[in-house]
Structure formats: C-alpha cells, structure tokens
C-alpha cells in the first residue's frame, strides 16, 4: 500500500497546528495535562512525517518504523493526560464519588499501566525493526508489539469502566437521591433536575468553579472527556485488531481504515480537548486543585448531603472563611482580649473604674483576620 500524500501532508499541517495550539495551552499552568498532549502532538508529526516518507520509498524501514512506531504509542500519552482529569474532577466534586481510596490512584495505577505498554510495544518495535534491517522474520517483535497494545486496550477498557462509572454517581445518582427515586435511574424526572438543584450533594469548597457562575466549558468537559476516551479507545481497539492481522491483513492494506479508525479518532480527541482543555474549565491561571488523600477530606466534605436541599452544608472546614480552626483561634484571642481592662472616663476627666472588659483590644493581625472569618461566615448563611 503507498500512502496517500495529500492526506498526510493534511495530517502534518492539522497536528501542527494543534501541537502550537497545545504549546501556547501551558499558559494555563495545566502542566501534566499541556506536556501529555504536547508530546502526543510531537509523535504525530513525526509519524505522519513517516507516512509521508513511505510515500515516496516503500521500501524504506526508517520511514516505515517512524511512522509505525510513533503513530502507535502517541495514544499513551494522550490517556495519560486524561488519567489526572479524573482525579481533579474527584475533588472538585468529592471524595465519596471515588471507587478508589486516593483519587491520585487513578493516575499512578493507568500510568504506570501506560509506561508498562509502551516500554513493551517500543521494545517489539526494536526488534521488528531489527529482524527486517537483518532480512530476517518480525514475527517475534511483531507478537511483543500486539502484547504491549493488548495491554494498552485492556487498561483503556478498566479505566473507561470507572470513567463512565464515576459520570453515573455524579449525574443519576445523586438525582436519584435528591428526588428519592431509589433503583428508578429510567425515570424523566431524573433529567428535569439543574445542575444548581442538586450542587449541594457536591464539596461545597469547588462550588464557585462548578456554578459560580455556571460556565458552559466546565459544563461540557466531562462530555468532552467522554468523547476523548471512547475516541481514543476506539483507535487501540483498531490498531489491535490490524497488527494481529499480520503485515499483509486487509486493514493495514487500506488506508480508508486507518484514515476513519486512527487518523480521525485521534484527531478528534485532541481537538475537543484542546477546545475544552482543562485549563478553562479549570481556571487553571488562578484556582489550585491540590489532589489529596481520603484523609485530609473533611466529614463535611464526605456528607455534605446531610444539610437541607437546596443550600450547601455550613460549617465548611475546607481552610477558607469560618473554618473550625479559625473559630477556636477567635475564641482563644476573645479570651484573651478580655482581659484587658479599659478605664472609664467621668465627665470630669478622672479615671472611675477599671472593671468593664473591652471588646476593642489590640488584637494582632490574625486575630483581626479571624474577626473577618467570623463576619463572613454568619454572612454567608444568611
């Protein structure tokens, strides 16, 4: 098969564009998810680059290998970049929604899956490329590849289960529950159900990021997540199926198929995300989603659909305003405050007495802090 040169030198300029696109995205301070998808955009190029090489040289395993090899391990790095999405969505939303202990599991768990995947499918792509440099068969470097994608696919598949798992709890169940609709996940009145209704049985300390005000990008992310995975899940599915086919199969000797199963897929994914890249939806310039451990998460945080529909629970001890901390130093500086006595002056200018506690004592500058945090969180349960 000789690769169509006007499609890849298309595929060349769109990456190319997506890949500066991404560049200039670091702006957003999304650095694990901006390096991920700059480095998916760096193998495309490359690979189409390949192809377009092939075009010319059939023969030629370099061209052949750069497109094979970078073309088929870009895919890690993309899901790599969508692993870490899931856990700031985790505590953006709570901790109670997460299947696994430490939301940065899913992260370390699928990446450490990823590197594994790819360490083999770059190791069968050195020896195929070695046996056919020698003349000799690739078949063993070819079965080491298919193990490394079959690998890939089965950790797609699993993460893609929790994905979609995760979507359910955030979504229907707690629609469920705020309608007391038990088992009823069918029902209409599910769907008639604003986002606002039910933000209550989120963690109130992300819900000025979710509705304040409510933003269309932040909306729409999870559906484009959604897309990005089933897209690029669909692609390693594809290129399973034509490097188990073997070099002469009917898949890899159309290219229709690998222009709608990889070319189109992969591209789709990165330019939803690179539209709804995290780093809008996120206020990545100025809100900081520190990823913690069940731990550190606040029985408020956990149970925040104990407090009355409609309203978010009080007494967050997310570190903010009103925090429980913050009350117990007010406390102790009131105390203390207290006990220094202010004289009264008579009409006459002659001190009277020193028994009355002043409530305007020199307090230091926390303490004026905490007199803040105190206002601010009465007015904030009016």
Same mark, same amino acid.
């Given at each position: 098969?000789?690769?169509?040169?006007?499609?890849?030198?298309?595929?060349? =300029?769109?990456?190319?564009?997506?890949?500066?696109?991404?560049?200039?995205?670091?702006?957003?301070?999304?650095?694990?998810?901006?390096? =991920?998808?700059?480095?998916?955009?760096?193998?495309?190029?490359?690979?189409?680059?390949?192809?377009?090489?092939?075009?010319?040289?059939?023969?030629?395993?370099?061209?052949?290998?750069?497109?094979?090899?970078?073309?088929?391990?870009?895919?890690?790095?993309?899901? $790599?970049?969508?692993?870490? /999405?899931?856990?700031?969505?985790?505590?953006?939303?709570?901790?109670?929604?997460?299947?696994?202990?430490?939301?940065?599991?899913?992260?370390?768990?699928?990446?450490?899956? !990823?590197?594994?995947?790819?360490?083999? /499918? =770059?190791?069968?792509?050195?020896?195929?490329?070695?046996?056919?440099?020698?003349?000799?068969?690739?078949?063993?470097?070819?079965?080491?590849?298919?193990?490394?994608?079959?690998?890939?696919?089965?950790?797609?598949?699993?993460?893609?289960?929790?994905?979609?798992?995760?979507?359910?709890?955030?979504?229907?169940?707690?629609?469920?529950?705020?309608?007391?609709?038990?088992?009823? &996940?069918?029902?209409?009145?599910? &769907?008639?159900?604003?986002?606002?209704?039910?933000?209550?049985?989120?963690?109130?300390?992300?819900?000025?990021?979710?509705?304040?005000?409510?933003? &269309?990008?932040?909306?729409?992310?999870?559906?484009?997540?959604?897309?990005?995975?089933?897209?690029?899940?669909?692609?390693?599915?594809?290129?399973?199926?034509?490097?188990?086919?073997? &070099?002469?199969?009917?898949?890899?000797?159309?290219?229709?198929?690998?222009?709608?199963?990889?070319?189109?897929?992969?591209?789709?994914?990165?330019?939803?995300?690179?539209?709804?890249?995290?780093?809008?939806?996120?206020?990545?310039?100025?809100?900081?989603?520190?990823?913690?451990?069940?731990?550190?998460?606040?029985?408020?945080?956990?149970?925040? !659909?104990?407090?009355?529909?409609?309203?978010?629970?009080? $007494?967050?001890?997310?570190?903010?305003?009103?925090?429980?901390?913050?009350?117990?130093?007010?406390?102790?500086?009131? /105390?203390?405050?207290?006990?220094?006595?202010?004289?009264?002056?008579?009409?006459?200018?002659?001190?009277?007495?020193?028994?009355?506690?002043?409530?305007?004592?020199?307090?230091?500058?926390?303490?004026?802090?905490?007199?803040?945090?105190?206002?601010?969180?009465?007015?904030?349960?009016?």
């Amino acid at each position: 098969m000789v690769p169509n040169l006007a499609f890849n030198i298309s595929m060349i =300029a769109i990456w190319g564009v997506l890949l500066g696109v991404q560049t200039l995205q670091f702006w957003w301070k999304q650095y694990w998810f901006s390096v =991920a998808f700059f480095c998916t955009g760096v193998l495309e190029v490359l690979g189409f680059i390949g192809r377009t090489w092939s075009h010319y040289t059939q023969t030629n395993s370099d061209a052949f290998l750069l497109n094979m090899i970078c073309l088929t391990i870009a895919p890690v790095f993309t899901m $790599g970049g969508l692993y870490y /999405q899931l856990a700031k969505l985790i505590e953006i939303y709570g901790h109670k929604f997460s299947v696994i202990k430490s939301p940065m599991l899913y992260s370390y768990i699928f990446i450490t899956s !990823d590197i594994a995947s790819l360490a083999i /499918q =770059a190791a069968g792509g050195g020896v195929a490329g070695m046996a056919a440099s020698s003349f000799k068969s690739p078949q063993r470097g070819d079965n080491i590849f298919i193990a490394g994608l079959a690998i890939q696919v089965a950790s797609m598949f699993i993460f893609g289960l929790l994905w979609f798992f995760f979507l359910y709890q955030i979504y229907v169940k707690v629609r469920m529950e705020h309608l007391g609709l038990q088992g009823k &996940w069918y029902s209409n009145k599910i &769907w008639k159900v604003s986002q606002a209704e039910i933000d209550y049985k989120y963690r109130p300390k992300f819900r000025a990021l979710r509705i304040e005000p409510e933003r &269309w990008i932040f909306k729409y992310f999870p559906l484009g997540m959604t897309v990005a995975v089933l897209t690029i899940f669909t692609r390693c599915c594809y290129r399973l199926a034509e490097l188990s086919e073997g &070099w002469t199969g009917n898949l890899i000797t159309h290219e229709w198929y690998f222009i709608a199963l990889d070319s189109l897929m992969m591209s789709i994914a990165t330019t939803i995300l690179t539209v709804l890249h995290p780093g809008f939806a996120f206020r990545g310039r100025h809100v900081s989603i520190p990823i913690t451990t069940a731990k550190n998460v606040t029985d408020e945080e956990k149970n925040g !659909d104990l407090s009355s529909k409609g309203g978010s629970p009080e $007494g967050s001890t997310d570190g903010g305003y009103g925090s429980e901390e913050e009350d117990k130093l007010f406390e102790r500086e009131e /105390q203390q405050a207290n006990l220094t006595s202010v004289p009264e002056i008579s009409t006459d200018g002659s001190k009277v007495s020193t028994g009355k506690k002043s409530k305007f004592s020199k307090f230091s500058k926390f303490s004026k802090f905490s007199m803040f945090s105190k206002f601010s969180k009465l007015f904030s349960r009016s």
